[in-house]
């Protein structure tokens, strides 16, 4: 694979398996560069839903391996929205994907654009009948074309990485012993992952309180997911370094039934000397 300028291309996408799409770009990509390995880091993000999709980059940025990175999740295909390709590590690596904050998460998580350009050189677009799917037609040719070698200003012209649009992400707070955040993300097993690191719970040194609209609940603070105990529901730093909330062996967003970017509020819990007082949850419809 030594006739590569980058020999791994990750896929992220809204696309989903049950139609071609995947696999139509997947096809696309290898008859530009037949040798390139394709990583599917996922294809189930929520249809048109780029925070999740940007937040689910930023979380692999770190592991994946140097190279392309190609992400749609674009809503607002065939629109005005700019199709781009931003290098960063001075070429290390290109993400490549629509202007509308999905790249931008991981894009700062790895220390910023070192350019930018506009994919608007269509020699390198496939000819189509309609604008409808740029992941086929723009953003997978253009990426196979820098694995083989063509410069990143030979697809396009180069543009402000000031002028690219951010991602959304939301900031947690703490107004004295109470921390306030937001689930990020929902992972496969039902865990909630907060935009809190340990340091925001710093002081913060006797049991805690859940609470996040009906909902109230005692927490364990735990490092493993076996130390919660039995009905109970744990807080521990997850594998991105963030605190999440879990149950052992079971779904705490099925348990507390809560959702993505729901509220939630970290306080100490009341307790009087010798009395143990349950609390009950309380279920949204």
Request: charged share 20%.
């Amino acid at each position: 694979m030594s006739d590569l300028r980058y020999r791994t291309i990750s896929f992220l996408s809204d696309y989903g398996l049950r139609d071609e799409s995947v696999g139509v770009v997947k096809s696309v990509i290898k008859s530009v560069a037949p040798s390139v390995d394709i990583v599917d880091v996922t294809h189930d993000i929520r249809r048109h839903d780029t925070r999740a999709g940007g937040l689910a980059l930023a979380r692999a940025a770190q592991y994946l391996n140097p190279g392309v990175v190609l992400a749609v999740v674009d809503p607002g295909v065939g629109t005005s929205r700019r199709a781009i390709a931003i290098e960063v590590g001075d070429g290390q690596s290109v993400l490549v994907g629509p202007d509308n904050g999905l790249l931008a998460p991981a894009v700062a998580l790895v220390g910023g654009a070192t350019r930018a350009i506009e994919l608007d050189n269509a020699v390198y677009h496939v000819p189509a009948p309609g604008p409808t799917f740029g992941g086929r037609d723009i953003f997978g040719p253009c990426a196979a074309h820098l694995c083989a070698g063509v410069p990143l200003l030979e697809l396009g012209n180069e543009i402000s990485t000031a002028t690219l649009m951010p991602g959304v992400l939301p900031v947690g707070g703490r107004e004295g012993d109470v921390v306030e955040g937001e689930i990020l993300w929902i992972d496969h097993f039902g865990n909630l992952q907060l935009n809190l690191d340990p340091d925001d719970l710093d002081g913060l040194d006797g049991p805690l309180m859940l609470r996040s609209g009906e909902v109230a609940r005692r927490i364990d603070r735990v490092t493993t997911f076996d130390q919660i105990g039995p009905s109970n529901v744990g807080l521990l730093v997850d594998s991105y370094g963030l605190l999440s909330i879990a149950i052992a062996r079971g779904s705490a967003a099925e348990e507390l039934g809560l959702k993505e970017s729901d509220s939630v509020q970290l306080g100490l819990a009341e307790v009087e000397p010798g009395v143990s007082t349950p609390v009950e949850l309380g279920k949204r419809s």
